[in-house]
């Protein structure tokens, strides 16, 4: 059984920043493509950034690109999400995932393994 914890969320100022991590257990963690998503109350949840299994390609959304950095350490199974320059916008509960695959997909359905969210929220 898979599974996949978050941590790092918490409340942080306009222009500050956070380190979210993500601990995976249960399978063969270098081989998947890991992706960090996001929901903001009444919005859907949204696609953040993926990284593929040997960290070595990744994918940003538009709104994050140039101030958020995804990496992984397959050697401790951890994803890690960097986020710099946070704007209100970014407030949400962050999710990171797992594909059952190697290529990189933007899409939540494409995700089998989900954590149970961090919180995030930035202040004006």
């Known amino acids: 059984q898979v599974q996949l914890v978050e941590s790092g969320g918490g409340l942080v100022q306009a222009g500050g920043s956070l380190r979210l991590s993500c601990a995976a257990s249960?399978?063969?963690?270098?081989?998947?493509?890991m992706g960090w998503f996001r929901q903001a109350p009444g919005k859907e949840r949204e696609f953040v950034v993926a990284?593929?299994?040997?960290?070595?390609?990744?994918y940003y959304a538009d709104s994050v690109k140039g101030r958020f950095t995804i990496s992984r350490d397959n050697a401790k199974n951890t994803v890690y999400l960097q986020m710099n320059s946070l704007k209100p916008e970014d407030t949400a509960v962050y999710y990171c995932?797992?594909?059952?695959?190697?290529?990189?997909?933007?899409?939540?359905?494409?995700?089998?393994?989900w954590g149970q969210g961090t919180q995030v929220t930035v202040s004006s």
């Open positions: 995932a797992m594909r059952d695959g190697t290529v990189i997909i933007a899409t939540t359905a494409d995700y089998k393994y």
């Open positions: 249960g399978r063969t963690f270098s081989r998947n493509v």
């Open positions: 990284i593929s299994g040997s960290g070595r390609s990744t």
